[in-house]
């Protein structure tokens, strides 16, 4: 049995939507988690994941393992025996083989898209296939185990692989592109936790609350204008949208030298606009452009330090 998930990008409301504003977040198809499961004529359940360096017993690893975690998950939900209690000489091995290229601690969802197939591909070779609900639900608890306190943005996007607009403490809206339109993905290669610009952008807030409110209203606009647009099939109005957000959160102090120079040379080299994805300082920006000049866009990032990039239609 077979599943395959696609990663996830933020095109706007990153920050703000701490503070309750929208989010917007799409798709990225173009990289994807891939996970088999298969009969095994040996006992207990191996899983290959190579990429992470993982060729385990599903016993050999703490129940609190990303992947164990969510072996475990689907067998409580299915009420099934755990497989945990499996020993040689019992019947019925499984072996899990998972792959993704999906770069991993990114902002491209790289944990929620592998437990988003890794439920699908084990529930549906139990004959208990899951419902995307009910797959979402699960993905989203393993989030919980694993970040604390997510959005529950990553897993939506992955779970139905379609756009969604996100307001914290309100139901997720996903929503249906009007006309196709082109991202490119540029990665900076720098490694910043999400956590600690969040928590410098707080205090920032408390010190100056009136201007960051401001700030904050201006991102949660720039939100709705975004998803009316691509609604409405208007994308090419992205562009100017992704410049405005970049110039606010850089006031936010959470864009680099790095995310900026990236967001200059898409510009450059003919994007329609730009901007940091995530939480900034590092990670990832994205560059709205016509499909025919994404490959030279996507050049101009490498000439510009980019580690890698990934072009990606939002349909």
Do not use: C
């Not at 360096?53 to 990303?66: K, R, V, W, Y």
């Not at 969510?70 to 939900?77: A, D, E």
């Not at 591909?121 to 009910?134: M, R």
């Not at 850089?250 to 040379?265: F, I, M, N, R």
């Amino acid at each position: 049995m077979k599943s395959s998930a696609p990663g996830k990008i933020i095109l706007f409301g990153e920050h703000a939507v701490v503070y309750n504003r929208p989010a917007l977040a799409v798709p990225v198809t173009q990289v994807h988690a891939d996970v088999e499961v298969l009969d095994s004529p040996r006992a207990g359940i191996f899983i290959h994941a190579p990429g992470i360096d993982l060729h385990a017993e599903l016993n050999s690893l703490p129940p609190d393992h990303p992947i164990a975690s969510v072996i475990l998950k689907v067998f409580s939900t299915l009420r099934l025996p755990s497989p945990t209690g499996r020993r040689a000489g019992d019947e019925g091995g499984v072996e899990i083989s998972i792959t993704s290229s999906i770069p991993v601690a990114s902002g491209l969802g790289s944990g929620a898209a592998v437990s988003v197939a890794l439920i699908r591909a084990l529930s549906s070779f139990i004959s208990h296939p899951l419902l995307d609900e009910e797959v979402n639900t699960l993905a989203f608890e393993i989030e919980k185990l694993h970040h604390g306190t997510p959005s529950g943005i990553d897993n939506t996007v992955i779970t139905y692989n379609k756009p969604v607009y996100f307001i914290k403490g309100q139901p997720m809206e996903t929503f249906k592109v009007g006309k196709p339109f082109t991202i490119v993905v540029g990665d900076t290669g720098i490694s910043a936790p999400t956590k600690e610009s969040v928590g410098d952008v707080r205090l920032l807030w408390l010190r100056d609350t009136s201007n960051f409110e401001n700030y904050f209203n201006e991102i949660a606009q720039i939100a709705l204008i975004a998803r009316r647009s691509i609604e409405h099939g208007r994308p090419e109005l992205l562009g100017e949208l992704m410049d405005h957000n970049h110039s606010i959160l850089q006031s936010l102090t959470v864009s680099s030298p790095e995310l900026d120079k990236l967001v200059g040379a898409a510009r450059n080299a003919g994007a329609l606009g730009a901007k940091l994805s995530g939480g900034g300082r590092g990670g990832n920006m994205i560059a709205l452009v016509d499909q025919a000049g994404a490959e030279s866009v996507a050049q101009a990032l490498i000439s510009a330090g980019a580690k890698r990039t990934i072009i990606t239609e939002v349909r």
